[in-house]
Structure formats: C-alpha cells, structure tokens
C-alpha cells in the first residue's frame, strides 16, 4: 500500500509539473481547498486580509465563516461579464495586509478559464508575502499547468475528475 501511495504521490506531482512541491492526500476536493485556505490563515501573523474569486465553487467561499472566527477579513474580487475574474478590480483590492488569494483554476458552471499566471504576477507585485490558492478541481489535466514555474503556491484537485476513486483529493504546497 505504501509503494502504491508513494506510486500515486509521484504521478500527481509529476503531472503537475510540481517535482519541487509536497502532496496531501485527503477525502474531497473541497476538504483539500479548506485545508489549504483555512489551514494557512491559521499559521497567519496577526489579521489579514483574504480575497477569493466571487464565482468560486461553495467549497471555497464556505471557509468565510472559519475565516472570520480567526479574526481575518474576507473580500471577494469580482468576474467580468465572461466569467473571468476583473484583474483590474483585484490589482486594486491588492496591499500588503493581504495574505491569501484564492481563484479557481476553471468554472465548474461556464467553463470560463480564470489567467492564474497573470493572477500570480499581479501578487508577486502587489503583495510578494501573500500566498496564491487555485482550486484546480475543475482544471487539473485539462488547463497546462507547471506548479514550481507557475506561482501558484497552493493547487487543490479531486480525484473523480481525473477518473480517479471518489472520496480523494489532494494539496499540492510549495515547499
């Protein structure tokens, strides 16, 4: 089981392009995005603020709740009319009290495919302290991603939409 786990970890890394990142496996996509979201707001230095992407799936806009019991304050930054997250309006929302972004890698809903890379620059810029979620629930192996070149410090996916078992998901972190 454990050389089969080892097997399974290796893939998932390799075919995210992130041979530089660790993987946790867990029992959801969503328990994965939590995990992520949340578990990082809780090693947070103080209150800051986090913004996530207002056509987010439920699974990420439902850690709001957890998010403001620790004492974080939690925006969403807009979609333009075709689904895309409105750049502008996030460059704006971004300072340095931020310290996480969260933006789905492909709208489960329209399909709409969110610029991740431009979403990265833009928090390398604006807020280089901040950390960079994407749920790429609905995009893992669909959309080209190379994790350790991406920016992307934080890539949630599920296990059933790859034609894997239900009841798994995993985070990919950088180290």
């Given at each position: 089981a454990e050389k089969k786990m080892t097997q399974a970890r290796r893939a998932l890394l390799e075919a995210a392009g992130a041979q530089s990142a660790e993987l946790t496996f867990t029992g959801s996509g969503s328990e994965a995005d939590s995990?992520?979201?949340?578990?990082?707001?809780?090693?947070?230095?103080?209150?800051?603020r986090?913004?996530?992407f207002g056509g987010e799936h439920p699974a990420v806009l439902n850690t709001r709740e957890q998010l403001e019991r620790l004492g974080h304050t939690v925006?969403?930054?807009?979609?333009r009319r075709d689904?895309?997250?409105d750049l502008e309006k996030l460059a704006a929302a971004l300072d340095e009290n931020v310290g996480l972004v969260s933006c789905m890698q492909v709208n489960n809903e329209t399909g709409a495919v969110q610029p991740v890379g431009e979403i990265a620059r833009l928090i390398r810029e604006k807020c280089p302290g901040a950390l960079f979620h994407v749920d790429g629930v609905q995009g893992f192996l669909r959309v080209p991603l190379a994790f350790d070149q991406s920016g992307i410090d934080l890539y949630t996916c599920s296990g059933h939409k790859i034609h894997g078992p239900k009841g798994i998901g995993a985070l990919i972190a950088r180290k």
């Open positions: 995990l992520a979201i949340v578990g990082s707001a809780e090693r947070f230095h103080g209150a800051r986090v913004l996530i925006e969403t930054f807009p979609a689904g895309v997250a």
